[in-house]
């Protein structure tokens, strides 16, 4: 599906922030969750927030769920997962936003966090989602991840290969960063490092200096203190505390982009290519993609952004392409 963005928002980053700080995320209501905790086999814990359909009525039995892996830092009360909310509730389905460690607003209990190569974690909860799902009567089950999420998400349907379709009839990454090493270092230099690094640093340094605190030792809370940016912070928290040797074994390991070929199940990345956090160069191309696997590479859209329409704009572009593709796949 093409997407053309309005002329009055140009370039990436008013493309990125807008959406994200301006643009209406639904047509009706706002959405309204369900928490619900999930106890890990590790002794932690995630929170589930399920969509309520109000006023809708709720969905019928065999409706389909979408399950959406939120990005850095990100939650259900980020705009791309109210948006895609608001989709999922006009169309009947089922709807839910797993919270990685320490998102949901409670920090979590061991002695980690989340990070962008979790295929173990995704595969746990996509486990559980289909127990439940399948047990209530319900129809397909579908994934999307934005950012961290999607990269994490191709890295599990990579990992599951030929056995992922078992578990989901299909999967949507959205402004994934597939190539680590480089959305790293690109998002560590310039205005990206002024605006979008300092953005994320803000809620990340407090997380792991409370981390410290349950878990004394962890990691050099100087040395957290003076990180400027995600470089740092990956070599000394994310990295270590994830059985990684380090930022760029980390960065290497985690990517999903080396993997792509490997997905069986039906996949779509969509990257816009004036995406502030992903360098349109470390993209994947055809030749790196499995035959399942469907590349949208649009010239603009900024990072899971995509708005459109007259100020202040709305973000329904989004939800409404990656859920339509997502709806053909089952047909």
Partial sequence: MEYRAPAWLPGGHLQTIWAALQARRVAGPRPLWRRERWGTPDGDFIDVDWLRPDPSPPPAPGAPLLVLFHGLEGSSRSH????????ARGQGWRFAV???????????????????????????????????????????????????????????????????????????????????????????RGFNRQVYTRMFLRSMKPKALAKLAQHPGLFDARRLRAARDLFAF????????????????????????????????????????NDPFVPAASLPTAAEVSASTALWQPAEGGHVGFPQGAPPGQVFWLPRAVGGWLAAQLK
């Fill in 98 to 188: 797993p919270h990685f460690r320490g998102c949901s607003g409670e920090p979590n209990l061991a002695p980690r966090a989340y990070h962008s190569g979790d295929f173990e974690e995704i595969g746990w909860m996509l486990g559980r989602f289909a127990a439940l799902h399948r047990g209530e009567g319900g129809g397909p089950l579908l994934a999307v991840g934005v950012s961290l999420g999607g990269n994490a998400l191709m890295r599990w349907a990579a990992e599951a290969g030929d056995t992922a379709g078992r578990t989901l009839s299909a999967v949507a990454s959205v402004c994934a960063p597939l190539d680590l090493t480089a959305a790293g270092h690109h998002i560590g």
């Fill in 80 to 87: 791309y997962a109210e948006a895609f909310a608001g989709w």
């Fill in 234 to 273: 990956d070599d000394l928290f994310t990295a270590p505390l994830h059985g990684f040797a380090g930022v760029q074994d980390y960065w290497q390991r985690a990517s999903a982009r080396p993997h792509l070929r490997a997905v069986r199940l039906p996949a779509l990345l969509l990257n816009a290519r």
